[in-house]
């Protein structure tokens, strides 16, 4: 089945610096590719996302880069606020796009 | 829209006893998952529905586990007997036809301590 390793398990940043995290799945027939923030004690929730058809998307100041030959999509945020700080994970959907595959996880910490 | 509701929202227990968790998916949505949250092991799934027929339960570790959906807007994970290993943050989560099709929205979790 699929497999989602990423990294770095922990960031930390000064405020108005940009993070990027990175991850790479093993199925290549997967075709989506969510980003979910987890704050503190709450539940993850959806930031952003890319399906195999775009190789870049952007929303504000959130990224996500995708590139199907390697195997790896990328999440970019440009200038930090304290208040992105938070575990993130990625997720890739396996075959039939049912359900997601989850990284591990990784801790930003945006120092003001 | 009130969301995937969870309960309870935290549980101790004593190991041996029973543990029942529930969830009510968001109305419409037909895929329903179970996510077991750790600091070693991340977000683990161990089963979803899909119009309420288990689809995939190899995630769940152990017989100890069961999942049951007997309707649209109701599931339960059951561990019998409980172990302290079993500590962990359960989170629900629904779509509407599957995640390519609609954001996975998750239930706030059931805080789980096996002592």
């Known amino acids: 089945g699929e497999n989602v390793e990423q990294h770095p398990s922990t960031l930390s940043v000064q405020e108005g610096d940009s993070a990027v995290i990175k991850c790479t799945y093993s199925d290549s027939a997967s075709n989506y590719f969510p980003w979910y923030k987890q704050e503190l004690g709450k539940r993850p929730q959806l930031i952003i996302d890319?399906?195999?058809?775009?190789g870049e998307k952007k929303d504000q100041r959130i990224a996500v880069t995708l590139n199907k030959t390697a195997k790896h999509f990328s999440l970019h945020i440009t200038e930090t606020q304290p208040e992105d700080s938070a575990v993130y994970f990625c997720a890739a959907s396996e075959t039939g796009f049912q359900k997601l595959v989850f990284g591990t996880g990784t801790r930003l910490l945006v120092s003001p | 829209d009130a969301g995937v509701i969870q309960s309870p929202r935290h549980e101790v227990t004593e190991m041996g006893q029973e543990v029942t968790l529930r969830c009510k998916p968001i109305?419409?949505?037909?895929?329903l998952f179970w996510y077991r949250q750790t600091m070693m092991r991340g977000l683990e799934l161990l089963i979803y529905f899909n119009n309420n027929v288990p689809i995939d339960d190899s995630g769940m570790p152990e017989d100890r586990f069961s999942a049951k959906m007997p309707n649209a807007s109701f599931s339960t994970l059951k561990i019998q007997p409980s172990e302290p290993r079993d500590s962990a943050v359960y989170f629900c989560?629904?779509?509407?036809?599957?995640?390519?099709?609609?954001?996975?929205?998750f239930g706030n979790g059931t805080r789980l301590t096996v002592t």
């Open positions: 109305s419409g949505h037909n895929s």
């Open positions: 890319i399906r195999s058809n775009v």
């Open positions: 989560a629904s779509s509407r036809g599957g995640v390519y099709n609609s954001p996975l929205h």
